[in-house]
């Protein structure tokens, strides 16, 4: 399987004569290190190579919380950094992505709320809905990427000079994925400073038929090259 998903991240899909986008589900596990992830601050993140989701790696920061504005970004896996080597940039329309998911987790004494942004850049981003999460336990933020009201609980607020059109400009041209902490918190919170860490950041783009057909005659090469042997 790790040898057929190589190929298809190498070589790409080709429809009707044209290359298309090569963005295949992938999740980001920081197994391996921070993989170029920063924080808040701009600076590599913190790693830890046990205590993720499966005891697993993961990476951390400290974040204070701010009330003001739209609340801190706490993570930020921009193209201009190779995150995840560009794993999550592209057109995420174009290549069917329905879903961002991740796994945070925090040490504040009370519950925070979270969101993700979604950054063409030049300022035009979309939010997702706060998501509240519990302390010290590892919780999954699960974004429908769907251009609806109420999808799921799900509502996207877009800002930046887009225009009316805003979804499909931004989701068509993602070059940066943060995850960041509401401005609305409990207020014994505001100022205070936690400990915030990510694990398992993942992108769900539909298969297309053309994909489809290329894993399969990966699978079928593989499969007549045993026989041979």
Not at 137 to 162: H, R
Not at 203 to 217: C, D, K
């Amino acid at each position: 399987m790790k040898f057929l998903l190589s190929c298809f991240i190498l070589f790409g899909v080709i429809e009707n004569g044209r290359a298309v986008s090569s963005l295949l589900p992938f999740t980001e596990g920081f197994d391996l290190g921070s993989s170029n992830w920063l924080n808040g601050s701009s600076a590599v993140a913190n790693y830890s190579s046990t205590g993720g989701v499966a005891n697993t790696g993961y990476i951390f920061t400290s974040a204070t919380i701010d009330t003001s504005g739209f609340g801190p970004i706490v993570f930020r896996g921009n193209n201009a950094n190779s995150a995840s080597g560009g794993a999550f940039v592209g057109n995420w329309l174009a290549a069917g992505v329905n879903q961002f998911s991740a796994y945070v987790w925090h040490n504040a004494p009370v519950d925070l709320n979270f969101y993700v942004r979604f950054d063409k850049g030049a300022g035009n981003a979309a939010s997702s809905n706060m998501i509240q999460v519990a302390a010290n336990t590892w919780t999954l933020l699960n974004i429908p990427i769907v251009d609806s009201l109420g999808v799921s609980g799900q509502v996207f607020q877009s800002y930046g000079a887009v225009g009316s059109g805003g979804f499909n400009t931004i989701f068509s041209d993602i070059k940066n994925v943060q995850i960041a902490l509401a401005a609305t918190q409990d207020a014994s919170t505001s100022g205070q400073t936690y400990t915030v860490g990510l694990d398992s950041a993942s992108v769900i783009p539909e298969p297309s038929v053309g994909a489809m057909t290329v894993v399969g005659l990966l699978g079928l090469g593989l499969l007549r090259r045993r026989t041979i042997k």
